[in-house]
């Protein structure tokens, strides 16, 4: 039986190596038997993507096909209105039961917008998170989202002895790559190749895809 899970939401816009290699090291640094990653079908905090969720999932599923201990979770492209991280993580509580460690991974960029997330107090109620450090990114030393880290945070290998309520803080190798400058790259006739996996570079250009708005 899985023991503990890991969890990595997104656009995927596209799925890029450094996704996958947080995802991975995440995985394995706090030793979790699973890394899902769940493409976002409606992004609550940015408009939609031009490419289509089920496109995007599809690369998604390309980009995992040789790792076992990454997972794609299409849940939320089954759900209508927006993907709010919340009811993910009841979704994923009511069908694991109440025993499994889930643990959020997101970047110390989005866990300072935390705020602006949908019943974001009621997250530890469900899952633990796991802010990931960002070189030029400092945690909040202030305010409510900093009084809240204070009173959950724990080091990052206790959250898998229980099933929620904590933050964890880890440093991890993060490539400097981004969904937007590889979409960048595409509408201007460059090659992205060495930024995301080969199976999706080549999804990409079977399907025309980011160059709609070159």
């Known amino acids: 039986m899985t023991q503990a899970i890991g969890l ?12 996958l290699r947080m995802a991975l090291e995440a995985g394995e640094t706090l030793a979790l038997d699973e890394v899902r990653l769940l493409p976002c079908h409606q992004p609550p905090h940015r408009a939609t993507p031009d490419v289509s969720s089920v496109e995007r999932t599809e690369m998604l599923r390309l980009a995992l096909a040789d790792c076992p201990s990454l997972v794609l979770d299409d849940r939320e492209l089954h759900r209508d209105g927006p993907s709010y991280t919340l ?29 602006q997330w949908h019943g974001w107090r009621e997250l530890l109620d469900w899952g633990h998170l796991l802010v990931i450090a960002r070189p030029g990114w400092e ?7 900093a009084e809240w880290l204070s009173e959950h945070q724990v080091a990052p290998e206790a959250l898998t002895a229980s099933p ?4 964890g803080v880890q440093a991890l190798r993060l490539l400097p790559i981004s969904a ?35």
């Open 87 to 115: 009811d993910t993580l009841k979704s994923l509580r009511a069908e694991l039961g109440p025993a499994v460690p889930l643990i959020w991974i997101l970047g110390c960029d989005a866990f300072l917008g935390l705020e």
């Open 8 to 19: 990595l939401g997104g656009t995927f816009d596209p799925i890029h190596l450094g996704h």
């Open 180 to 214: 937007t400058e590889i979409r960048s790259l595409i509408q201007a006739g460059h090659s992205p190749q060495f930024l995301l996996p080969d199976a999706v570079w080549q999804y990409i250009r079977d399907n025309n895809l980011y160059r709609a708005c070159a």
């Open 164 to 167: 929620a309520g904590a933050i």
């Open 139 to 145: 945690l909040p030393s202030r305010g409510p989202l």
